[in-house]
């Protein structure tokens, strides 16, 4: 972790997963901070800085993206989890991405169709992500606003349900459900329960798309 003052500059870095190293940071950092130092105006960006940022469609969805361990494991911890001591709080911990939808893709959500590039991404960088590169495809279809299907994951398959309801052409539910196996990610606790999971052995685990506020994009 580390503290900053509003123009950047930083004050002190350290912290965990305990009350003691994170108020010691907070010592440090309101040692450090002198007020009469600190530009009261933060400069805007450029025009240049604004136009490279990436924006939601116009016109398309948000989904929030979630994931977590179903059943007990034999927890492997590593240096982010503290090498054994913090496996547990890992261990039962809830993963959060999000998923952009175009307004194309959103548009055939609407009329009762998963759109091929938007199975393609939600495989791509979330499935797989989850469950690993054994998963190669989605076999999902809509049928009267219910999403079923499975994901073949080499010996096994993820299980799908999920439901999707749409008013005057925009979608106003979408939730997918998939139930198969995690496997274990190791990426400086980003992937939070999957940090855990014994090396070469999945563990049962659940990865959920649902609609999200646009505004919480």
Request: net charge neutral; glycine share 12%; with cysteine.
């Amino acid at each position: 972790m580390s503290t900053f003052t509003a123009d950047g500059r930083k004050l002190a870095t350290g912290g965990g997963f305990e009350s003691g190293s994170v108020k010691s940071l907070l010592r440090k950092a309101l040692a450090e901070f002198k007020p009469e130092t600190v530009s009261a105006i933060v400069p805007p960006r450029d025009e240049a800085s604004l136009a490279g940022l990436n924006r939601l469609p116009e016109g398309g969805l948000v989904l929030y993206v979630t994931w977590k361990l179903i059943g007990d494991i034999d927890a492997q911890g590593n240096a982010t989890t503290g090498n054994g001591r913090y496996d547990k709080v890992f261990q039962q911990s809830i993963g959060s991405d999000r998923l952009w939808v175009r307004k194309d893709e959103a548009d055939a959500l609407a009329s009762g169709t998963l759109a091929e590039s938007l199975k393609k991404r939600m495989l791509r960088h979330h499935v797989q992500y989850v469950m690993g590169k054994e998963a190669q495809s989605l076999d999902l279809a809509i049928r009267a606003g219910r999403i079923e299907g499975s994901v073949p994951l080499g010996l096994r398959n993820a299980d799908a349900l999920g439901f999707v309801e749409a008013k005057g052409g925009r979608v106003t539910r979408f939730e997918l459900l998939l139930k198969g196996w995690g496997r274990r990610v190791e990426d400086h606790g980003f992937s939070a329960c999957l940090s855990v999971v014994p090396k070469d052995a999945p563990a049962p685990a659940a990865l959920f798309f649902e609609l999200a506020d646009p505004a919480e994009g």
